[in-house]
């Protein structure tokens, strides 16, 4: 795939690419967003090298593909949609340490995020992103005909509830199968972090499918693996990937920002 205003290097044939030639803590003209929005149809994450940016500058970014989101969790003081991620050796979990799309328990998901890491321990703490797409296209044609039929429910208490049993959490429903909105390819939507149950089937059905739909998302096959670098920008597609940080590094300091974009109402629903 050739773009006008930048390069991108594909990382796996599955998902993931590194772009370079796109400076983003300059304003960006509409040629550049045209073709990071396609990137990101293209290959379902993609990553900058060397952005310094700060939380003003991570919210114009995001706010170039939509409108950012204030998170569940608490953000800045001064920018309420910038959510700062960190953990170092006084740290007991961080933020996405299992499997998840990011807050699918809402009606309408996040599209996309756009995480900045400034600071990386001495080695580890790489992110793992899963392509949906790959997932869906792998199952056998029976078992996409039996998932086509269901949908499951997503509760933010499965993510959220360790930290306070007694909040109130958003819970939603969706397909299992979704239909992209720009690619209009299929995918498997359900991950371990938020979906709780298929819904209309006996409880250990579900259990049994999802416990082998969640399996079968995580396949090394279907994944790509970023190896951070200080100052370097990761922006998933979240209608179509999974994503793990995978926290290795303990007691080593891992620290940055992060923004949500939001979805779009219409397309949740048409589904
Ligand atoms: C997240 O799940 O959003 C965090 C990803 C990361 O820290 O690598």
């Known amino acids: 795939m050739s773009y006008r205003t930048l390069q991108a290097q594909p990382l796996t044939p599955t998902i993931g690419a590194e772009l ?37 500058s991570l919210k114009r970014v995001g706010q170039y593909f ?10 800045l003081p001064e920018h309420p949609e910038v959510r700062k991620l960190h953990a170092d050796a006084t740290s007991k979990h ?6 998840h799309t990011d807050m699918s328990c809402l ?15 001495p080695m580890g703490g790489d992110t793992a992103f899963s392509s949906m797409y790959a997932a869906y ?17 997503h509760d933010g208490k499965l993510a959220f509830g360790r930290f306070d049993p007694d909040g109130k959490y958003p ?4 397909p299992v199968i979704r239909t992209h909105p720009a690619t209009g390819r299929k995918l498997l939507f359900v991950n371990r972090g938020f979906t ?16 082998y739909l969640f399996k079968h998302a995580e396949n090394a096959y279907f994944q790509v693996r970023f190896r951070w670098t200080p100052h370097a920008v990761a922006f998933w597609d979240n209608r179509c990937t999974q994503h793990l940080a995978i926290w290795d590094y303990f007691p080593h300091e891992r620290s940055g920002f992060r923004v949500q974009i939001e979805g779009d109402r219409a397309d949740y629903a048409a589904a």
């Open 107 to 121: 009606p309408v998901p996040p599209m996309g995020s756009v995480l900045y890491l400034h600071t990386l321990p």
């Open 66 to 75: 939509g409108e950012l989101q204030i998170h569940a969790l608490k953000g």
């Open 20 to 56: 370079s030639g796109v400076d983003l803590t300059q304003p960006l003209s509409d040629e550049q967003v045209a073709d990071i929005r396609q990137a990101l149809h293209d290959h379902g994450v993609i990553f900058f090298r060397d952005q310094p940016l700060d939380p003003e």
């Open 196 to 211: 709780c149950h298929i819904n209309d089937v006996p409880q250990d059905e579900s259990e049994a499918i999802l416990h």
């Open 171 to 174: 819970v939603a429903v969706h």
């Open 94 to 99: 961080v933020a996405g340490e299992e499997w």
């Open 137 to 153: 296209d792998a199952l056998s044609a029976p078992m996409k005909a039996y998932l086509e039929k269901l949908t499951a429910t």
